[in-house]
């Protein structure tokens, strides 16, 4: 409309309404029944293209409920220390300390709940922070389960020299290597690009014990894929010929191989893993679909993909839709592109919405 805007401003108003037939909005849009101005009369311009207003209704709160008084007061007293370390930034310890002299304790329930809930948030430097000063106090027993949580925060974060001290004083504490924690010690050589450390652990893994788990393939293949392909093959080829688990790739497994080929750019081994899916009883998932559609740059392959997703009884989601959009705005179909944005407004997606369909349409 900018563009229709700026012809008014350079031309005579009879001028413009023949110019504007042709016209067309920023976004793409087109602009229908211009009627001519003669005289006095107004400009009547209708614009078919524009989406009709919807309502977004907002979900009502649920109320909360408490046992009595006391619990309620310990709910916002937990819910209090946790806003405050999460807006602290990285002084952890000194919140903790000022809750213990207030409270006069800390009771335990609380401190794993903390614990359990950043665990949950993914905030793993506040779980390291957390346990790191726990180990300082006194009053708590640090278990065995305390350092593997530890171990694994710092496996979370890549910092593979503290992952490297907790498992250290472990192993002087007598605590014997578990397949938690030599997973959490790969997937933290992983994170910081240490691929081949990351290799050496899984092998010797898979030689003296423990026994790699199914999360720790997940974990060694999202390592591998990235920059080592052919070891990334090779593991998963013992693993569909059951030659070192007892068990088979699973869902995720098998996306990270097709997001490897992808970035390979070799799209015709990634096409044979998904078919591979079905036949070794591997459901696909939206996710699965997205991967293929975002390989293809023909509109007619993403929109068959799309297709067959939603004949499995998937449903698309905000990458499925983006992803179909802009097959078909770089071909200039913006009508079906705005049907596929329509549909997508129906199912109850709105984020980010507008600013998908004015990116692949403009």
Known sequence: ??????????????????????????????????????????????CHGMLAPRKFVRKKRQEEVFKDADDEAKQKSWRKMMSEIEESGSDVSSILKAQRNTAGALPRDAVLGTLVRFKQLKKWNLVSEILEWLRTQHWWDFSEMDFLMLVTAYGKLGDFSRAERVLKYMNKKGYRPTVISQTALMEAYGRSKQYRKAEAVFHKMQTSGPEPSPITYQIILKSLVEV??????????????????????????????????KKAGDYTQARKLFAQMPERGIPQSTVTFNSLMSFEADYKEVSSIYDQMQRTGLKPDVVSYSLLIKAYGKARREDEALAVFEEMLDAGIYFQANAQIIQHLA
């Open 228 to 261: 080592h392909i052919k070891e990334a093959e090779a593991i998963f080829e013992d693993l569909l010929n059951e030659k070192r688990a007892s068990f088979k790739p699973d869902q995720k497994m098998f996306h990270m191989m097709i997001y490897m080929y």
């Open 1 to 46: 409309m900018e563009a229709a805007m700026g012809t008014l401003g350079s031309q005579s108003p009879l001028s413009f309404s023949s110019s504007l037939r042709n016209a067309k909005a920023s976004c793409g849009w087109p602009v229908y029944n211009v009627k001519k101005i003669e005289g006095g009369q107004r400009l009547d311009v209708v």
